[in-house]
């Protein structure tokens, strides 16, 4: 039985990962790492960094995003309910329409594939997280999906991703609780998973070295994008 938990090893390169982590450490735009509701320490302990509008990022942000964005390739191809069971896409058949199935999904070439997820979901943007040794990590138990702005942002988050960006460290997993299920952090990993209470799950602290992270989420595009006439 699938617990819907993907792991793509070597998504990016260990020299690119340790690119990222170099310049994150000489950054001057780290900040104390939030959560949904604001800082709070003794939930989520870390130094974070939000790519969004940061020009000397541009590099890096569109390697990690391509980087997901095959992941979120390969993760439908195994799961394609994860595309079709929230929309019941439909396709123009000699005049008419059908429902697409899952063999539809699994037979479509990478291009074909690719323009149905852009036309489906966005990308979040990227946060990169630095977890001290022995003290940082989110070890609160918590889920991606929840109804905090007015916008409904955090409701259209669909798939959650984490990027590994270094392993020399112990410890440090990210945790599923229902699923007990640990994720050791690989350089250059690439973590997806649904983000529903189903995957909840917490960072655990690393020993004996500091953790580098990028994260975010697969969302789908809002309802005037997805729906029109």
């Keep these: 039985m699938s617990d819907f938990i993907e792991v793509i090893d070597n998504a990016v390169d260990p020299a690119t990962c340790a690119a990222i982590v170099a310049q994150m450490q000489q950054s001057q735009g780290l900040r104390p790492g939030e959560v949904g509701g604001g800082v709070f320490p003794e939930l989520k302990h870390s130094r974070d960094l939000r790519l969004a509008g940061q020009p000397e990022w541009a590099q890096a942000n569109a390697v990690i995003q391509q980087a997901v964005f095959a992941g979120l390739q390969a993760y439908l191809r195994t799961y394609p309910q994860a595309l079709i069971s929230p929309l019941m896409l439909q396709v123009p058949v000699d005049g008419g329409s059908r429902r697409l ?38 070890p609160y138990w918590h889920c991606e999906l929840y109804p905090r702005d007015a916008q409904a942002e955090t409701l259209h988050r669909h798939l959650l991703w984490t990027l590994y960006l270094n392993d020399d460290f112990a410890e440090g997993e990210t945790e599923f609780l229902y699923q007990q299920r640990k994720i050791a952090p690989r350089t250059g990993s690439l973590l997806i998973a649904p983000t529903a209470f189903t995957h909840t799950h917490r960072g655990n602290r690393p020993r004996d070295g500091d953790k580098f992270i990028a994260t975010s989420w697969i969302l789908f595009q809002r309802a005037e994008s997805l729906y029109v006439g």
């Design 101 to 138: 199935g899952a063999e539809d999904v699994t037979g479509m070439d990478d291009q074909a594939l690719g323009q149905l997820a852009q036309t489906c979901f966005r990308p979040g943007a990227v946060n990169l997280q630095w977890y001290r040794a022995n003290e940082g990590g989110y």
